[in-house]
């Protein structure tokens, strides 16, 4: 069975600091992606940054880096220079394969809180 | 700008009643969409995965009496909460991907608050 642990239930930094929050996987499919999403607090659900399992670079997205080191399993966001407006939950999700139309799995989440 | 569309964004209703939840994918086609189940500062729970023409597959502990999902079209899928009570109420959210892509980016709608008195 697939699992996602996310094990910082919150975090603080202060704006222009980068931070990490990190994610831990299981699963025994070769083949699968890695995501994070973020949610403030209207709730939607905003995708940020995506890896594959084959994806030997690490995934960058603007201020946003994922640090995917395949044997440990791990799979953290780096945010750097933290901005007020990126405090937020972070969601890790997991999903099977590289084909659309499987569901994601989803960590409970990290509450990222940025002050000035 | 948003590729999923979800109406509507919040619901009152009271027990017993049925609520209706529509989530629509915008320029593009979705054969399967999903939906998930979030109660404050928690996870979110996949429900049901929803498939345009035939029935929808439900997660365990999940009732499919209760929640009832329509996919009649490659663009719209429809949550039904039949009977609602007070525990039902949460945060209900469908997500879609492209299809034929090789990353499989789940798109959410924004999600729909239910509050059931």
């Known amino acids: 069975a697939q699992k996602i642990t996310q094990t910082q239930p919150g975090m603080f930094v202060q704006e222009k600091e980068a931070v990490t929050l990190d994610c831990t996987y299981d699963t025994s499919d070769q083949s699968y992606g890695l995501f994070w999403y973020k949610q403030p607090s209207s709730g939607e659900m905003i995708f940020l940054i995506y890896?594959?399992?084959?994806?030997?670079q690490n995934a960058t997205e603007g201020r946003y880096s994922l640090n995917f080191q395949k044997a440990r399993k791990s799979a953290n966001l780096v945010i750097s220079a933290s901005q007020l407006g990126d405090s937020a939950m972070y969601f890790c999700a997991m999903g099977s394969g590289n084909q659309a139309g499987t569901a994601l799995i989803f960590g409970k989440g990290t509450t990222l809180s940025v002050s000035s | 700008g948003a590729v999923v569309s979800q109406h509507p964004s919040w619901v009152i209703c009271k027990s017993g009643t049925s609520v209706k939840i529509e989530c629509r994918s915008l320029d593009f086609q979705a054969t399967t969409m999903f939906w998930y189940r979030q109660f404050p500062k928690q996870s979110l729970m996949l429900m049901a995965t929803?498939?345009?023409?035939?029935?929808?597959?439900?997660e365990q502990g999940v009732e499919k009496d209760k929640f009832l999902i329509n996919h009649a079209s490659l663009t719209l899928s429809t949550l039904t909460v039949t009977s609602a009570h007070p525990e039902d109420s949460s945060f209900y959210i469908c997500s879609a991907s492209f299809p034929g892509r090789a990353k499989n980016i789940q798109y959410f709608g924004a999600g729909t608050r239910l509050s059931v008195l």
């Open positions: 929803s498939n345009e023409g035939s029935k929808a597959t439900y």
């Open positions: 890896q594959g399992s084959y994806d030997e």
